[in-house]
């Protein structure tokens, strides 16, 4: 039976009715329940957070010199939803950037941290690629340039294994610290103070809110008054690390040991700072102050040098003669050593079958303690180590702090190794290994090793009759808004159970060592000032002998302590001895500074 008339336009009229009523809840859900939320999502389309990176804190000298500074860069942003369907867009970025556009796809997908949130797509573009987009801005949706800072280096003082450098932040890292504000694409110091002070010198991010058309253009800015959620927020900026290098003498010391293997480091003998610091060979520390290619990591990393390995506090080297002192502590605290005794040296010294060479083939004839420590006779050396014995030797080597690490505010340095009783048999087997290794150890061979910051370690140390410092380059912090300065207390430490006694005659030895009639290190000598130093030649399986010399001056108040290694460099007296009188002349002599109460004061001046 067909429906009449009325019955359709009923039927009509309740289909109207459910689909109006459908409408009505959906437009009442929408506005009532899902309003806020559709509200919040057209503002975020419409409101972009921008973040204002702060001005990374400088590194300055002790005299107020900037060693790293700030150069103006510019960085470029993209919002990934706004891009990811402009093709026009891919191939403009794609050719300024020499980028492939899928490699652009992988750095957003590794970056991104949401789709309307801007993230970095490459830093440190030059002048000459932000004109050529900046001409194209209207065929790049979403994308934005902002400004940055990279390193610079004013002061001509390239130390990198100290500076260390800035790099973008890996996925590791950026798991660690998320907590404290890091983003994928910001940069982090990776090595070297850069990395140990990060902390201070990183500041604080601003914020900025801007309001943005359909094609992601900033059309303005937002402040409180178009919504009061919406506080600007200034960037803080890192506060400026103030460090004890000495910038002329780092750039004199960086230019002398070009072209060697080794490096110097200079203490402070009043509170362990450290006045310089450089290790060779290095790299080109400008190169990171800007995006580095894959062929030159590669070149750095294969490099047989080794660029980047700090020889300072890293590299593990037998410290030949200079560890000759160790022995004297031990056998003079133990009473086994009796400084008078005389040892005559026929330039060997016979153990079984085998001979052990004395460095002067035809001997030193008969000796006592200080002619031996001036002359640097091995045989002496060799007799007294049997005499005290391989547990009393190494029990004032690690007195010593040999055998642990120093403790230097910098990344990744090495304890060295003391052998002993215990190591031998773990390494030889149980009573398998002969008093030869006794003797080896005894004029600082074999399987001892230390760093050259440890040699000068002891050298400060001695020099202060055994009241010494934790090396440190950070003296303070200033912050560059109020210009107020903080600086820390020397960290003190004190090596117990050595007599005074036992120090005066050990650093007489040393005092010969420089200025004796038969001084292996008469090429420190400075005129004027009275130094005390201990030469060393170690041998090296895989070449020409490494060159040591470590010491202190003046003399009678000491202020500086050092370490000059040259790896293969041959005779310490002749190689390494040189360098120490240039630290000696350019700190003590060429500034008059005997005594400087100011230049090495214990605690800064206010």
């Given at each position: 039976m067909e429906l009449n008339t009325t019955n359709k336009r009923l039927i009509f009229s309740a289909a109207l009715g459910v689909i109006?009523?459908?409408?009505?809840?959906?437009?009442?859900?929408?506005?009532?329940?899902?309003?806020?939320?559709?509200?919040?999502?057209?503002?975020?389309n419409r409101v972009r957070t921008i973040d204002i990176e702060p001005p990374r804190g400088l590194i300055v000298d002790r005299y107020g010199t900037i060693l790293v500074d700030n150069y103006p860069a510019y960085a470029l942003y993209t919002v990934p939803a706004e891009l990811k369907n402009s093709d026009s867009a891919y191939a403009i970025l794609s050719t300024a950037l020499n980028l492939k556009p899928r490699e652009i796809q992988e750095r957003?997908?590794?970056?991104?941290?949401?789709?309307?949130?801007?993230?970095?797509?490459?830093?440190?573009?030059?002048?000459?690629?932000?004109?050529?987009?900046?001409?194209?801005?209207?065929?790049?949706?979403?994308?934005?340039?902002?400004?940055?800072?990279?390193?610079?280096?004013?002061?001509?003082?390239?130390?990198?294994?100290?500076?260390?450098?800035?790099?973008?932040?890996?996925?590791?890292?950026?798991?660690?610290?998320?907590d404290q504000g890091y983003e994928p694409g910001d940069l982090i110091g990776k090595k070297g103070l850069e990395a140990r002070y990060e902390s201070i010198l990183r500041g604080t991010k601003g914020k900025r809110?801007?309001?943005?058309?359909?094609?992601?253009?900033?059309?303005?800015?937002?402040t409180e008054a178009d919504n009061p959620q919406l506080e600007n927020t200034p960037p803080v900026p890192g506060k400026?690390?103030?460090?004890?290098?000495?910038?002329?003498?780092?750039?004199?010391?960086?230019?002398?040991?070009?072209?060697?293997?080794?490096?110097?480091?200079?203490?402070?003998?009043?509170?362990?700072?450290?006045?310089?610091?450089?290790?060779?060979?290095?790299?080109?520390?400008e190169l990171f102050s800007r995006p580095v290619s894959g062929a030159i990591w590669q070149q750095l990393?294969?490099?047989?040098?080794?660029?980047?390995?700090?020889?300072?506090?890293?590299?593990?080297?037998?410290?030949?003669?200079?560890?000759?002192?160790?022995?004297?502590?031990?056998?003079?605290?133990?009473?086994?050593?009796?400084?008078?005794?005389?040892?005559?040296?026929?330039?060997?010294?016979?153990?079984?079958?085998?001979?052990?060479?004395?460095?002067?083939?035809?001997?030193?004839?008969?000796?006592?303690?200080?002619?031996?420590l001036e002359q640097s006779c091995d045989v002496y050396f060799y007799r007294m180590g049997l005499k005290v014995g391989l547990k009393n030797w190494a029990n004032y080597a690690r007195r010593f702090g040999?055998?642990?690490?120093?403790?230097?505010?910098?990344?990744?340095?090495?304890?060295?190794?003391?052998?002993?009783?215990?190591?031998?048999?773990?390494?030889?087997?149980?009573?398998?290994?002969?008093?030869?290794?006794?003797?080896?150890?005894?004029?600082g061979q074999g399987d001892l090793l230390t760093t050259p910051l440890q040699m000068a370690y002891f050298a400060m140390t001695i020099a202060n009759d055994g009241h010494t410092f934790k090396p440190r380059f950070k003296r303070g912090v200033q912050d560059p808004l109020t210009g107020i300065e903080e600086f820390e207390q020397p960290d003190s430490v004190f090596i117990d159970g050595i007599r005074q006694e036992t120090y005066a005659l050990v650093k007489r030895g040393m005092y010969m060592v420089v200025h004796g009639s038969h001084a292996t290190g008469r090429a420190a000598a400075v005129p004027g000032i009275t130094a005390?130093?201990?030469?060393?030649?170690?041998?090296?399986?895989?070449?020409?002998?490494?060159?040591?010399?470590?010491?202190?001056?003046?003399?009678?108040?000491?202020?500086?302590?050092?370490?000059?290694?040259?790896?293969?460099g041959g005779g310490g007296g002749a190689v390494a001895a040189p360098i120490a009188r240039s630290i000696i002349s350019l700190l003590l002599n060429e500034r008059k500074l005997i005594p400087s109460p100011q230049r090495f004061a214990a605690t800064p001046r206010p």
């Open positions: 109006f009523f459908v409408l009505l809840m959906r437009f009442v859900y929408i506005q009532l329940y899902m309003g806020e939320e559709f509200r919040q999502a057209s503002e975020d957003i997908r590794r970056n991104s941290r949401g789709n309307f949130l801007p993230m970095k797509l490459e830093r440190q573009i030059d002048f000459a690629t932000l004109s050529l987009l900046q001409e194209r801005r209207l065929d790049l949706p979403g994308v934005d340039f902002r400004a940055e800072s990279r390193r610079s280096y004013p002061r001509g003082v390239k130390a990198p294994h100290l500076f260390g450098y800035l790099g973008e932040i890996t996925e590791s890292e950026l798991n660690n610290k998320r809110y801007v309001q943005v058309d359909a094609l992601g253009r900033i059309a303005g800015d937002l400026n690390l103030l460090v004890s290098i000495d910038a002329s003498l780092q750039y004199y010391l960086e230019h002398e040991l070009a072209g060697k293997r080794g490096g110097a480091v200079v203490l402070n003998c009043k509170n362990g700072e450290v006045i310089a610091m450089v290790s060779k060979p290095d790299y080109d520390i990393g294969n490099d047989p040098d080794k660029p980047f390995y700090d020889r300072m506090v890293q590299s593990l080297y037998p410290p030949g003669s200079t560890f000759k002192m160790v022995l004297v502590f031990a056998g003079l605290e133990t009473g086994l050593i009796d400084p008078e005794e005389r040892v005559f040296c026929p330039g060997y010294y016979r153990l079984g079958t085998r001979a052990f060479g004395c460095w002067k083939k035809g001997g030193h004839g008969a000796v006592n303690l200080l002619q031996a040999f055998g642990e690490i120093t403790g230097i505010d910098l990344i990744g340095e090495s304890p060295g190794l003391v052998p002993d009783e215990e190591y031998f048999d773990r390494r030889y087997g149980k009573n398998k290994w002969s008093k030869g290794l006794v003797l080896n150890v005894s004029i005390a130093g201990k030469t060393g030649t170690a041998e090296n399986p895989h070449g020409e002998s490494h060159a040591w010399f470590i010491g202190y001056a003046p003399f009678e108040d000491p202020q500086i302590a050092w370490c000059v290694f040259v790896e293969n």
